[in-house]
Every structure is written in C-alpha cells, then in structure tokens.
C-alpha cells in the first residue's frame, strides 16, 4: 500500500479503499448525486452495519439555496479562486459548505435525530479522497469503525477526474 499523506487523519485511524463496483460505495455515489446541493464537489456516505444493511445515508450540503447562486458558486468561489486547500476556511465562501454540511458529519446528525444505533458500523464516503477533522471527530464521536474510500481517489477526486463519474 503506498504511503498516502492525507491533509487530516487521527492517530490511530486509517482510511481503507474498495474497488470501483462495491455496492455500497455506488450507494453512497446514488445518495450523492439525488441529494447533495453542492454541485461542485458533491460527496456522499451510506453507514453500514455488519449485516451489510444501509442505516443511513446523507449528501453534503451548500449553505446557499438559490439555484442561480448556487449555480455561480462553481465558477467564482473565493476559496477556490485563493487557491485555499480543501478542509480550511469554509468561512471566507458562503458557497463552501462548513463542516456540519458536510456528508459525514450530516449522515452522524442524520442518524442521532432518528435515534439510530450506528457505533461499530463503516462508512462509505464518495466523492472525496479524505475527511476533515471536524468529520473524523463526529464519526469517532458515534463510534464509527471504519471508512472507506473508493479506490484511486488518492489521486484526487474533481470533477475532472474520470473517476468522478
């Protein structure tokens, strides 16, 4: 396995991969494009419990709701336009979508309001190659086991990936 240098990863944890097809990372893909209003970066996660059943599913969301500022975001973020790594300063673009938006935090937030049980369970995130801190801290917070990325994310996961499908 390649030593990958992720921006954020706790100690003690690690990030495992599964290959393009596993069904529940083309779970995650579905939830990702039906409900994530960030257009640009759009990530989603299923949590899965060790009988293979999805307890929950969430998408990243964009703090804005607007369909034509939504839809300017993509080209004119300042995030982006600073050239500000993924993970930092969501405050400077109201577009970017802080941390409580994001699909793992949300799909933790999901699963506490329904009152579900997800500790010992794996999450499967599509749509990016890492999570950041305030994610990994509410997946450790629920205790979630693992997380799983789709191989050859490393790479980056864009939009101009072709594995972004």
């Not at 990530?43 to 990243?60: P, R």
Request: aromatic share 10%; charged share 25%; net charge positive.
């Amino acid at each position: 396995m390649e030593n990958i240098k992720y921006p954020y990863l706790p100690e003690g944890r690690t990030l495992l991969h599964v290959p393009e097809g596993n069904k529940y990372m083309e779970a995650a893909c579905l939830v990702a494009k039906n409900e994530s209003s960030d257009k640009k970066t759009s990530t989603g996660v299923v949590v899965v419990n060790d009988e293979g059943v999805i307890l929950v599913g969430a998408a990243n969301k964009s703090a804005l709701t607007n369909d034509f500022l939504l839809k300017t975001h993509k080209d004119w973020c300042i995030r982006k336009n600073l050239k500000i790594p993924s993970g930092q300063k969501y405050w400077l673009c109201p577009g970017c979508a802080s941390s409580k938006y994001h699909a793992e935090s949300h799909a933790m937030l999901k699963a506490k309001k329904s009152k579900i049980d997800i500790s010992n369970c794996d999450v499967y995130l599509w749509g990016h190659w890492w999570c950041c801190k305030d994610c990994w801290d509410s997946m450790i917070d629920s205790k979630i086991r693992n997380v799983y990325l789709m191989e050859g994310t490393t790479n980056g996961f864009n939009n101009s990936n072709p594995i972004n499908k």
